[in-house]
């Protein structure tokens, strides 16, 4: 006879719960303010429960992989990325504007969402083969890692996968030991780089600047994503509009808001409260990982670890302060609940390492 206890043993066994229920209650609020954000589409909503189901999928296998297995693809990840950025570069698709995508005869993709993982990984391993000897030398050359894809995303232009994908490799180097005073260093030389880098950026990008310090000098034009996110955040109040009783979504003052700005649906709906249980969920999330990553057993996972939650915490920190005003509206969906498949890939392939990390070490440790 068919065992169901046991199957579902199996199943759950390199499955974190306590994770599992952040990322539920997270995915259950998604499909709850999509329905509202499509005017009642049943069919934007089950177009999201088909990306959970595989980004879930993707999630149960790397949570399955040993760990070591996770070092042996971390160079072959990295490389190939790497293949294809310099494919876009070369070959890519433009479509508006921006040359993002590669067709590779079945699938046209986005290989910068790739990076997302591979840089991180990638870095990770080499301070591990390294953790014995470490040197200012070893930061130097994983800040080198860290660079070349960073500049072929810049370049496509995608700015916001661009500062996904640096804040990663950043947090890596963060947590590998990069001295206080380096860190100071490259913030002045930054600040001293500014004016070059200003004369870099395409035109839309300074206007994304731009009205950062003033939406109103453009309110119908390049200000006006930034002007109707924060009048529909504030509009909601305390305790909200109610469900579906949004005006600015539901009279379409509200622009992308099954995808970057659907927290300011989720906002307007659910109000001041509502936001709060959603930064609960979020906090809790956070701090699962930073939880999993004060556990990890080695060098290259606490090193994994770490940077996948504080790289999601970017992911979120971004997102909200661009739809309050903030930061500049650079195209980062609000993590899980943002309609979209490839986004919810990448992240949910980021919480099966986590996953991995925190049972096969628990299994170890047992």
Known sequence: MINVQQIKRRFMLHLDPV????????????????????????????????????????????????????????????VLGMALLIGV??????????RRWLNIGVATIQPSELMKIAVPLMMAWYFEKHEATLTWRNHLIAAVLLAMPFVLIVRQPDLGTSILIAASGFYVLFLAGLSWRVMGALFVGALASAPFVWGMLHDYQRHRIMMLLDPSQDALGKGYHTIQGMIAVGSGGFLGKGYMEGTQTHLDFLPERSTDFIFAVYSEEFGFLGNLLLLGIYIFIIGRGFIITANASTYFTRLMAGSITLTFFTYTFVNMGMVTG???????PLPLLSYGGTSMLTLMLGFGVLMSIHTHQRLVKT
């Open 89 to 98: 570069a070369l070959f890519g698709e433009i479509s508006h504007g921006a």
């Open 19 to 78: 994770l599992l229920y952040g990322l539920g209650a997270l995915l259950f609020v998604s499909l709850v303010v999509l329905y509202s954000s499509s005017d009642g589409s049943w069919m934007r909503v089950l177009g999201q429960l088909m990306n959970i189901l595989v980004a879930f999928t993707a999630l149960w296998i790397v949570a399955n992989m040993p760990l070591h297995w996770l070092m042996r693809i971390a160079v072959p990840m990295y």
């Open 326 to 332: 903030i930061l500049p509206v650079v195209g980062v």
